[in-house]
């Protein structure tokens, strides 16, 4: 079955501390993953896609086949990255498949 | 900011009613998306369109019907048969070939 899984439903770090939100994923075929975020009062706008292979607001996600997974990472947190960060999936329909989301509390 | 307007951002509906929320997009998008959102559970897709005049059920469709008549408008009703509506309803779209989506501010519907 197709599945995304963030284990974590709240992370808090201080600022300045590193940041790795987990992402596991479930899929048969050849999987296209992409990280959204909603910052307070904001829409959900896409923050990355493992396709680009970019850095976006200092944060990179390396989709790793083997352990079929997507973590998003941050070396330095900053307070303006609190925020409900949601992992997904696109299937060869294109649909996406989200993940049930985890809250990032970044404390100064 | 144009993009998807999704409105109202707020909706009361009775026990029994039926309800439309409204969803434009001025991006010429092909694709359209209606997702829920209830807390803990993340986004679920109720029903999708890829082009004008089709739309396929999405995983949570019962309760629910679209229509897409226009390229740019795709409304999502939440009938009397959706048994738990209360929820925070948002509308994407995305250009076809597998681009990323584009969301709306959402919907929040509750229950009097």
């Known amino acids: ?108 | 900011d144009g993009g998807i307007t999704q409105s109202p951002k707020y909706l009361f509906r009775k026990e029994g009613q039926n309800v439309t929320l409204s969803c434009e997009q001025n991006l010429n998008h092909d694709a359209m998306y209606w997702y829920r959102q209830d807390p803990g559970q993340g986004l679920r897709l109720i029903y999708y369109s890829q082009i004008v005049n089709d739309f396929q059920k999405g995983d949570i469709a019962e309760g629910y019907s679209v229509s897409r008549e226009k390229k740019e408008s795709f409304p999502l009703t939440v009938t009397s048969a959706q048994k738990n509506p209360t929820a925070f309803y948002l509308c994407a779209s995305s250009m076809s070939g597998y681009q990323p989506q584009h969301f709306g501010d959402g919907t929040r519907l509750s229950i009097l």
Request: aromatic share 12%; with cysteine; proline share 5%.
């Open chain 1, 1 to 108: 079955a197709q599945r995304v899984t963030q284990p974590e439903k709240l992370l808090s770090v201080f600022k300045g501390a590193p940041v790795e939100l987990k992402c596991n994923y479930s899929y048969s075929g050849s999987p296209e993953l992409f990280w959204y975020v909603q910052y307070s009062r904001q829409r959900l706008q896409l923050l990355l896609r493992h396709i680009s292979r970019e850095s976006i607001k200092g944060f990179t996600a390396d989709l790793n086949k083997g352990e079929t997974s997507f973590h998003l990472k941050k070396p330095f947190a900053q307070e303006e990255d609190s925020a409900m960060y949601y992992c997904a999936l696109r299937d060869n329909t294109d649909k996406l498949i989200f993940g049930t989301g985890t809250r990032l509390q970044v404390f100064p």
